[in-house]
Nanobody, 124 residues
Framework: EVQLVESGGGLVQAGGSLRLSCAAS????????IGWFRQAPGQEREGVSR????????YYADSVKGRFTMSRDNAKKTVYLQMNSLKPEDTAVYYC?????????????????RGQGTQVTVSS
């Protein structure tokens, strides 16, 4: 059974930090790009960050560039999203998802597997 399980969300004050984790199982993790998406109430889901399966290269949305850092540990089949200097507009449900290879564009509907999400709330 394929699973992507996010953890690490919570409530934090503006300027604070959180680290999200996404633990994968049930598929060949090394062969998949992993992405982080987020969806705030009343807004469309957006791709926040993505890490390549082939060379570990990373993509960041402009809204998080310089504040968020994504990493992966293939031995643990886990990816992380370190979020620093959090802002109230970062409040959303954060999801991880996996896509085979390096297929682009970075769209939720193209990903093969998706997690259930973890809530991040940033208070002002």
């Amino acid at each position: 059974e394929v699973q992507l399980v996010e953890s690490g969300g919570g409530l934090v004050q503006a300027g604070g930090s959180l680290r999200l984790s996404c633990a994968a199982s049930g598929f060949t993790f090394d062969d998949y790009d992993i992405g982080w998406f987020r969806q705030a109430p009343g807004q469309e889901r957006e791709g926040v960050s993505r890490i390549s399966s082939s060379d570990g290269s990373r993509y960041y949305a402009d809204s998080v560039k310089g504040r968020f850092t994504m990493s992966r540990d293939n031995a643990k089949k886990t990816v992380y999203l370190q979020m620093n200097s959090l802002k109230p507009e970062d409040t959303a449900v954060y999801y991880c998802a996996a896509i085979y290879g390096s297929t682009w564009p970075f769209r939720w509907d193209l990903f093969d597997y998706r997690g259930q999400g973890t809530q991040v709330t940033v208070s002002s």
